[in-house]
């Protein structure tokens, strides 16, 4: 009778403690809804235990929950920022994080005020250019103080109220004090120990492996790592925890030592690790998560686990009740839920069992992450990668030496001088694990179909868990899903085929689309995708981008704010993920530009402004702003006079994208010789287009214009001036549709296709 009193009091608390999360869940939203889970917990939960008492305090906790975090709502809430936005502001700040480059030249960073308005609160810096400084670092800083962007919504989350869009920054030369200036002191220690003695981009790597700070390594390094499915070692996650917790443990077994002696010895690891790598938001809950998982894999009873998990829940929501919202917060809890479920499962498979204990027990666990994360993964990032699995068995065994090392070195470089003599000793072992690592992510990179596009929606990802959990719930119903998978995955495949978008192409292509009387210039280099302009608003533009394989778009540029130009720019942002747009449709018609502005911040790209000689790079390809000036436009003037006028360059090849800007604008730039021109204006009269033909030279002129168009373009006075100057091919989007012009080298094919 006792053990039965005792375990239904461990259900009892898991039960309250869980309703307690779920009302810190629903807090986020309508209040009625905390209302409505509170009457089911307590219409479910008294007949589940035969309490019927016990009803009405499954109730109450939903409804404690949900008021606590309402409370923890307000206090994060709390600002004095909202009435100076739109305002020219000047502030002192610490950085919480190291300034991180945004694409396109800019950086961000998320700050703490220390002096000015809004003293205490949390707010994201942004520039160009200028000191960076590193965590801790105290910055003056002045600008515009903005609503944060929905690029942004992340820190949001995270507690910032408002973004300053710097005009000047400088270090101070100050930094933080007290017990986080401490870690900022252990935490810059460890980054020199784990990167000492090893060559940039190793030090780079171990740095990311080691402490979650990726902010050095290259972007195609991060690329591999993303498309193999290994871009969660380059995070400070559970993972590193609980290989540290595996560490110590494993010691304290060898040396005798019982369960309680190897969970103490764990978690003094997982508390040295914490700060050594940096204590920011990511490593804590790092922290909890891994603790949680610590005492579920050592307790060996399913409650113990089950109560050890919704305690972290209960923790990190307490902290902050939105932290439910972030992608990793959810991917956390997914990886340690399912291995939890899952592992014991699958490492008495037939297939498994077959293998050595180590093998089988990480091939298990890996396997179980897999597949726990798979959902969210394609529901955050519509991605997956197919090449997960084999790539994280098949580096399984030098990252947990790496963690482990790497750790050693950051906290032997806190003796000084005799310790970082010693970490470079233990990095020379550390870089054949690190190379290693670094090779399995490169090669599964490189295999077809490493990453596929995968867009799940919410609806279909909770249905995918459903079936996860279906399929651990008895023999009879994994072996009916199992039966029904197998046709479902197939003919699903033969659909996708069938009917799925065309893959973008092979090779570097630029493509003229045939829209109708406007412009829209696709310029595609392997997934890597920028469009220029969007044509008139009933044009087929979207329909070319699914034809050409398009499935996000790494850069929309809108040159000018005409409809023939920007018209469809709403459209194109709405049926296409954008993550960033060059903007220059301030030249817009009132109605047309708030248009523009609303499907901008609707969406979740980052909006850049074009100045001249700005430079922007999207995979191989460059982008160089020629045109409009920074200074503001003359009243009156026309919108011809301030379209972007861009420069692109992949490798030898190079592209004049002149939009509707005429020699006015060109004749004074310094242009070099191209071998690609798109003519201005849709080849309208330009007196000036002999002499920019004279200077640029190109091999192949490219004329965007609607066929039959009312206009009369292209004018005969512009065709003429093309053959004069023996252009040796001249291509019309109404006369031969879609120009498709493929980049190898100095060679450039041309194809077109009418109606695509």
């Known amino acids: 009778m006792a053990e039965g009193l005792a375990a239904w009091g461990r259900e009892t608390q898991l039960l309250v403690l869980g309703a307690l999360v779920a009302g810190m869940l629903v807090a986020t939203g309508p209040p009625v809804v905390a209302l409505v889970l509170a009457g089911l917990a307590a219409a479910a939960g008294g007949p589940a235990l035969r309490r019927p008492l016990f009803a009405g305090v499954l109730g109450a906790a939903v409804l404690a929950g949900a008021l606590a975090a309402h409370g923890r709502l307000a206090a994060l809430d709390r600002t004095a920022l909202t009435p100076l936005l739109d305002r020219s502001v000047s502030l002192r700040a610490t950085l919480l994080e190291a300034p991180r ?143 540290l917790a595996v560490l110590a443990a ?92 899952l592992v014991p499962r699958l490492r008495g498979g037939a297939m498994l ?23 969210l993964l394609a529901l955050h990032f519509e991605r997956l990668s197919l090449a997960s699995l084999p790539a994280n068995l098949v580096a399984m065994p030098a990252v947990a030496p790496v963690v482990w090392l790497g750790t050693l070195a950051g906290a032997l470089a806190q003796l000084g001088a005799p310790g970082l003599a010693l970490a470079g000793a233990v990095n020379d072992v550390a870089a054949l694990p690190l190379g290693f690592v670094d090779a399995v992510a490169t090669t599964a990179d490189r295999l077809p179909h490493a990453s596929v596009p995968l867009r799940l929606g919410a609806p279909a990802a909770i249905g995918a868990y459903l079936l996860i959990a279906a399929a651990t719930a008895s023999r009879r119903v994994r072996v009916v899903i199992v039966g029904a998978a197998v046709p479902l995955v197939v003919g699903a495949g033969a659909l996708v085929a069938a009917a799925g978008p065309p893959a973008p192409p092979n090779e570097p292509t630029v493509s003229f689309l045939d829209i109708g009387q406007g412009d829209a210039t ?30 996000r778009l790494d850069l929309l540029v809108l040159t000018h704010g005409e409809a023939d130009h920007a018209g469809a720019a709403g459209r194109v942002l709405r049926a296409v993920p954008v ?72 490798g030898p090849a190079s ?59 292209p004018a005969a006075e512009t065709l003429a001036a093309l053959r004069a100057a023996r252009v040796p091919r001249v291509l019309r989007t109404d006369r031969d549709g879609t120009v498709r012009l493929t980049l190898t080298g100095r060679e450039i094919r041309v194809s077109t296709q009418r109606g695509s």
Do not use: C
Not at 260 to 271: D, G, I
């Open 522 to 551: 696709l310029l595609q280099d392997g997934d890597a995708a920028v469009l220029v302009d969007t044509g008139p608003p009933d044009g087929p533009i979207v329909e070319r981008l699914r034809a050409a394989g398009v499935r």
């Open 655 to 713: 592209l004049l994208l002149t939009a509707d800007a005429e020699s006015p604008v060109t004749a004074p730039l310094d242009l070099p010789p191209v071998d690609v021109l798109k003519v201005a204006h849709h080849g309208s009269v330009d007196p000036g287009l002999p002499a920019l033909l004279e200077r640029v030279r190109p091999s192949i002129a490219a004329i965007e214009v609607g066929a039959d168009n009312s206009y009369g373009h």
């Open 250 to 341: 494993a010691v304290v077994m060898v040396l005798g030592g019982g369960l309680r002696l190897r969970l103490a010895a764990a978690l003094a690891l997982v508390a040295l690790y914490v700060p050594l790598a940096g204590a920011g938001p990511s490593i804590q809950r790092a922290g909890v998560m891994g603790a949680a998982a610590l005492v579920a894999g050592l307790a060996g009873r399913p409650a113990s686990r089950a109560y050890a998990l919704v305690l972290a829940a209960a923790v990190t929501l307490a902290l902050n009740p939105r932290a439910a919202g972030d992608p990793g917060w959810q991917l956390s809890f997914a990886a340690v839920v399912a291995i939890a479920v």
């Open 579 to 650: 993550d960033a747009v060059l903007d220059g449709s301030a030249t817009a018609p009132a109605g047309g530009q708030a248009e523009i502005e609303g499907a901008i911040d609707g969406s979740r790209a980052q909006r850049l402004r074009p100045v001249s000689g700005q430079r922007l790079r999207v995979g191989a390809l460059e982008l160089r702003v020629l045109w409009p000036p920074p200074e503001p436009p003359p009243p009156g003037g026309a919108p011809n006079d301030r379209a972007v006028v861009l420069l692109v360059r992949r």
């Open 101 to 243: 480059d945004r694409r396109y030249g800019s950086w961000s960073a998320p700050a703490r005020i220390v002096a000015g308005p809004g003293r205490g609160e949390r707010i994201v810096l942004r520039g160009r250019g200028g000191p960076r400084g590193a965590i801790g670092a105290e910055v003056q800083a002045r600008g515009r103080l903005e609503r944060l962007a929905p690029w942004e919504a992340y820190e949001a989350r995270r507690g910032a109220h408002a973004a300053l869009a710097t005009d000047a920054v400088r270090l101070t030369g100050r930094r933080r004090g007290g017990l986080a200036g401490a870690v900022d002191t252990i935490r810059r220690t460890a980054e020199h120990g784990v990167s000492t003695g090893l060559a940039p981009p190793q030090a780079a790597l171990a740095r990311g492996m080691v402490l979650g700070q990726d902010d050095a390594l290259d972007e195609d390094t991060r690329e591999a790592f993303r498309a193999s499915g290994l871009s969660h070692v380059l995070a400070a996650s559970g993972q590193n925890v609980a290989l």
């Open 353 to 375: 069992r077959r293998l050595p204990a180590p093998v089988a027990d990480g091939a298990a666990m890996t396997l179980a992450a897999t597949l726990g994360t798979a959902p």
